[in-house]
């Protein structure tokens, strides 16, 4: 008996038949059908590698096929922070499941619950160590800084419900909304005010009209909004005054130049190149671009803009907020959310947190149920 390892070109395992084909024709006996976890710039996906067992008439040998991947794509999953079950995890459960009923082989998964790429091959798994906190078995870290007993998801797991347990103070987070009447439109997130393009002309005016309040909403009138412009194009005129095309160094790699973005933009009827990546003027630019855009269309629909800051969040505050929003669609019973966060929170800091976020108006709380306000939907 010896091991050869075969590739053969990736290809997309998108159904159960996808994969049966791809079995059938990895020819020999499959016995072990093992997904893994890899991922490169565009996230995570599985990949699955199909054990055979070649029986020729004096000798049988073993070889190891790799037989195509798992992959959906996008990160999109990470953006509320709730990482919801991984749909690649789920559809290789479920083909796994079919292709062990069909084969007879084994199926082996060691993270089934969401990506992980230190857990051990089928042929390593022997070396592996069982995490203490999800029973994974996982190969341990060679990090000083890290814990050998468990794998790195639960490691992040373990700070993230410190955070929840020690109510550490979570401010983090500025959203901003274009609004007319009862109508709010969504200009972006911010993990601080400092991240809008529109920041260096409003941040003075914003910050001294902040109340303080738990959640404090910042509203800039049209006649802000006017004064804004003007300074974002004095700003404009003196960069275009000095402007200059940019180019590629002579040993710029040349596979690189077109993943490059140019860009061209209109400014008092003229019109400028800009290469953001290469050139900070340019980038600066750019930015000042957006931030009069953003300012136009304020001022030409008769919009004001507002600011939702948080001041005097914790991780408790956002954690049980969060999970009332989105975990359970806006309502749930105090009960689920104790239950949640338990063996990180008692019953007591459950109720604490929940009274604090009804009286900055984030939930309201009818008898057993709990629901999120509209606050809270444009807080988040
Ligand atoms: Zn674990």
């Known amino acids: 008996m010896y091991f050869t390892a075969i590739s053969f070109p990736m290809i997309d395992i998108t159904s159960f038949e996808t994969l049966d084909?791809?079995?059938?024709?990895?020819?020999?006996?499959?016995?072990?059908?093992?997904?893994?976890?890899?991922?490169?710039?565009?996230?995570w996906y599985l990949y699955l590698n199909l054990h055979v067992t070649i029986k020729r008439l004096f000798f049988s040998k073993k070889e190891i096929r790799y037989i195509g991947k798992i992959s959906l794509g996008g990160d999109i999953?990470?953006?509320?922070?709730?990482?919801?079950?991984?749909?690649?995890?789920?559809?290789?459960?479920?083909?796994g499941?079919?292709?062990?009923?069909?084969?007879?082989l084994i199926f082996y998964f060691p993270?089934?619950?969401?990506?992980?790429?230190?857990?051990?091959?089928?042929?390593?798994?022997?070396?592996?160590?069982?995490?203490?906190?999800?029973?994974?078995?996982?190969?341990?870290?060679?990090?000083?800084?890290?814990?050998?007993?468990?794998?790195?998801?639960?490691?992040?797991?373990?700070?993230?419900?410190?955070?929840?347990?020690?109510?550490?103070?979570?401010?983090?987070?500025?959203?901003?909304?274009?609004?007319?009447d009862e109508e709010y439109i969504y200009l972006?997130?911010?993990?601080?005010?400092?991240?809008?393009?529109?920041?260096?002309?409003?941040?003075?005016?914003?910050?001294?009209?902040?109340?303080?309040?738990?959640?404090?909403?910042v509203t800039l009138e049209e006649r802000d909004i006017s004064i804004i412009k003007e300074k974002i194009e004095q700003a404009l005129d003196q960069k275009v005054a000095v402007y200059k095309s940019a180019e590629f160094s002579p040993d710029f790699p040349q596979n690189f130049k077109r993943n490059i973005k140019r860009?061209?933009?209109?400014?008092?009827?003229?019109?400028?190149?800009?290469?953001?990546?290469?050139?900070?003027?340019h980038s600066k630019i750019?930015?000042?671009?957006?931030?009069?855009?953003?300012?136009?269309?304020?001022?030409?629909?008769?919009?004001?803009?507002?600011?939702?800051?948080?001041?005097?969040?914790?991780?408790?505050d956002d954690a049980v907020l969060r999970f009332v929003n989105f975990v359970s669609n806006g309502s749930t019973s105090i009960s689920a959310i104790v239950q949640r966060y338990n063996g990180?929170?008692?019953?007591?800091?459950?109720?604490?947190?929940?009274?604090?976020?009804?009286?900055?108006?984030c939930l309201t709380i009818e008898g057993e149920i709990v629901q999120t306000t509209d606050i809270t939907r444009k807080l988040l």
């Open 21 to 43: 084909k791809a079995i059938s024709l990895a020819g020999g006996e499959p016995t072990v059908l093992e997904a893994l976890w890899d991922g490169n710039t565009t996230g």
């Open 188 to 217: 972006g997130y911010s993990s601080s005010l400092d991240g809008f393009p529109i920041a260096p002309f409003i941040t003075e005016i914003v910050q001294a009209r902040r109340e303080k309040r738990l959640v404090d909403i």
């Open 97 to 104: 499941k079919m292709a062990n009923e069909k084969y007879g």
């Open 344 to 361: 990180i929170l008692n019953e007591t800091e459950v109720r604490d947190t929940i009274t604090k976020m009804e009286e900055v108006g």
């Open 263 to 281: 860009l061209t933009v209109e400014y008092k009827g003229n019109r400028y190149e800009l290469i953001e990546q290469l050139c900070k003027e």
């Open 111 to 180: 993270s089934d619950k969401e990506p992980d790429s230190n857990c051990p091959r089928w042929e390593q798994r022997h070396w592996g160590i069982q995490c203490a906190d999800c029973a994974k078995i996982i190969i341990p870290t060679d990090s000083p800084y890290l814990p050998k007993d468990i794998c790195y998801n639960c490691y992040l797991t373990r700070e993230f419900n410190n955070k929840i347990k020690n109510a550490e103070p979570n401010d983090n987070g500025v959203n901003l909304y274009m609004v007319k």
């Open 77 to 95: 999953r990470l953006f509320n922070k709730i990482v919801p079950p991984w749909p690649e995890a789920e559809l290789a459960k479920e083909w």
């Open 286 to 316: 750019g930015s000042l671009v957006r931030a009069l855009e953003t300012v136009d269309n304020a001022i030409s629909g008769d919009y004001c803009f507002n600011f939702y800051f948080k001041n005097g969040f914790n991780h408790r």
